[in-house]
């Protein structure tokens, strides 16, 4: 018997961009219908998508689920989503995200040919015509690339665009840890303890998302501090260890420490002579210091706040 899916969206105040997703949700091909549902799980204080996804509902060809999740968080979220969803399998995709109509079925596909606990495939991020200001680099930091070809994998990705088997799960309903609900990586530490565990991840190279990212994200200013708190992840996790590793953190820190110092002074000479990759080596840089201050005042928090 077919395995039935839960396609969630975890959304907050992008009525928008939770519109195109849902819709392109709505219009998969090549898998039946009666094995799907759509979670919709609104993390703002109000219930402000619920219109929106009860108006989306009337044109979905399979049940959608409204929840409202007002504890602001992103780990919250999920875990929200979770509670309420019925299927065996969970696929993940962001409000600011598009699926190709063959998008799920490459998914599935991938999950059962290869008998992964968790599939992972590329998002490809899109600016609008009007960015022609490090235009590459800001596509390239907005996607997400891995290998040329499907297979099993080592190492694993975000939470947007994949599709998790529920049974895998250390907890099939809160598998999310609310400690990093302010600074995101809950899905690293779901994946880490996974792998460590022994599960099994693969990787879908045709199961591609576009991701349109929200005008205000699409400048250096917000890239090189999101590249700085990404950099925080890896000490972060082994601080946040039990027990700590301390011989990591030491490892990231030290490593974080060259790499900054390296890519920071050649970030200074392209800046100088106006070298087009400059926004690339100064991302690199920027991971780096982040991977050496990591901890209290330097935290860089992106999630868990209240929508305003």
């Not at 235009?135 to 994949?162: H, K, Q």
């Not at 049974?167 to 530490?189: V, Y």
Request: hydrophobic share 45%.
């Amino acid at each position: 018997m077919l395995e039935t899916v839960s396609l969630v969206i975890p959304t907050q105040r992008r009525l928008s961009g939770l519109s195109v997703a849902a819709r392109s949700v709505f219009a998969q091909q090549g898998v039946d219908p009666a094995r799907l549902e759509l979670v919709v799980v609104d993390n703002d204080q109000v219930p402000s998508a619920q219109a929106t996804v009860e108006s989306l509902a009337a044109e979905a060809p399979f049940p959608v689920v409204y929840v409202h999740e007002p504890k602001a968080g992103v780990a919250n979220a999920r875990n929200a989503a979770l509670a309420q969803a019925k299927g065996e399998l969970i696929a993940f995709l962001d409000d600011d995200e598009e699926a190709p109509p063959n998008w799920l079925a490459g998914l599935l596909s991938t999950r059962t040919s290869l008998d992964a606990d968790v599939v992972f495939g590329p998002v490809r991020g899109r600016a609008p015509p009007e960015i022609t200001r490090h235009r590459t680099y800001l596509e390239t930091f907005f996607s997400r690339l891995g290998p040329a070809s499907t297979g099993v994998i080592e190492d694993y990705y975000g939470c947007g665009n994949s599709l998790l088997r529920r049974a895998a799960l250390p907890d099939p309903h809160a598998p999310f840890s609310a400690l990093r609900n302010h600074i995101g990586g809950e899905d690293d530490l779901l994946f880490g303890q996974m792998k460590a565990e022994g599960a099994r991840f693969a990787w879908s190279a045709d199961a591609f998302v576009w991701e349109d990212p929200v005008p205000s994200r699409l400048s250096l200013d917000y890239t090189i501090r999101r590249a700085f708190a990404y950099g925080q992840g890896p000490s972060a996790a082994c601080a946040a260890a039990t027990p700590p590793n301390y011989p990591g953190l030491v490892f990231w820190m030290a490593q974080g420490l060259v790499q900054a110092g390296v890519f920071g002074l050649l970030a200074a000479v392209k800046w100088l002579i106006g070298a087009p990759d400059f926004a690339f080596t100064l991302d690199r840089a920027a991971r780096g210091l982040g991977k050496t201050l990591w901890w209290g005042p330097f935290k860089i928090e992106f999630y868990g706040r209240s929508a305003v």
